[in-house]
């Protein structure tokens, strides 16, 4: 399996609608990086076996990346597609594969949706706490054409999403915009180590107009307002502490809530800037 997800951007497949929207998604992402698309369904052999024919079961899952192929083709035509059904959980193929993808995609499951929602379980979730790589939480719906998105708080995790952003944005030839957030109660000091931080990291991506803002209330709630024009928003996995198995708040809160695809920043060495 490494040798075809190796450097890739890995899209999970399911039945639904929404699936589709998340494989072209994914596949705008592998074009705009330069990367092939592999196609992922997660085949469950014990439900196949209790259904009155094993073929079909498989039939259908063949037609159903055949259906997502298509879906990538209509949008991409460039990008190189591939193919792959795997026995088992989900989740659990894509992070395998993310050990040598570029990045991971999956769809939300319908976060975005519900404003009550906290489903700390959910695929989109638990993926984005284990990857070895960037994930990408797709939406049901296509993202508006704005700028590209990274909350920033100074943390290293915020550093490498900045500089990946920079490379996103320049992929796209899409304005970045670069937000920090004071919570309630916290003094600003005034610190412009934002703006000194995207002038660095903007000196490789010259073609990059850039924004940063200090904004001042509770990180998730403005970055999930910030990112409703945004065509995606990016995020370290987890402020000061970036290892496995955990997510930051922020990040959790953008995966729930933000109308935009989200991508949780991980797996990825920082890159000092020049000057840095």
Request: glycine fraction near 10%; hydrophobic fraction near 45%; include cysteine.
């Amino acid at each position: 399996m490494a040798e075809t997800t190796h450097g890739a951007v890995v899209v999970g497949v399911g039945s639904s609608e929404e699936d589709l929207q998340v494989v072209r998604t994914a596949a705008a992402e592998a074009a705009a990086h330069d990367r092939p698309l592999h196609l992922l369904h997660a085949f469950n052999w014990a439900a196949a076996v209790g259904a009155p024919s094993v073929v079909e079961p498989r039939t259908d899952a063949e037609h159903l990346l055949e259906r997502a192929g298509q879906a990538a083709s209509e949008v991409e035509p460039a990008v190189q597609v591939s193919c792959e059904i795997v026995e088992g959980s989900p989740v659990e193929a894509l992070v395998r594969s993310s050990e040598s993808a570029f990045m991971v995609a999956v769809g939300d499951g319908g976060m975005a949706d519900c404003p009550e929602c906290v489903p700390a379980d959910a695929p989109a979730v638990r993926l984005a706490a284990r990857a070895g790589c960037p994930v990408l939480v797709g939406r049901a719906g296509p993202p508006p054409q704005g700028p590209v998105l990274v909350g920033v708080n100074g943390s290293e995790s915020s550093r490498t999403a900045l500089g990946f952003a920079f490379e996103c944005a320049d992929r796209r030839s899409a304005p970045l915009l670069a937000v920090r957030v004071i919570e309630p109660g916290q003094p600003d000091e005034g610190d412009d180590a934002l703006a000194k931080a995207v002038t660095r990291y903007g000196e490789r991506h010259p073609s990059v107009a850039a924004e940063c803002h200090t904004i001042r209330g509770d990180p998730g709630t403005v970055l999930v307002e910030q990112s409703r024009l945004a065509q995606v928003a990016l995020v370290g996995a987890r402020g000061e502490e970036p290892w496995r198995g955990m997510l930051g708040a922020v990040s959790q809160t953008l995966l729930y809530h933000s109308p935009a695809p989200v991508v949780v920043v991980r797996g990825l060495a920082e890159a000092a800037p020049d000057g840095a």
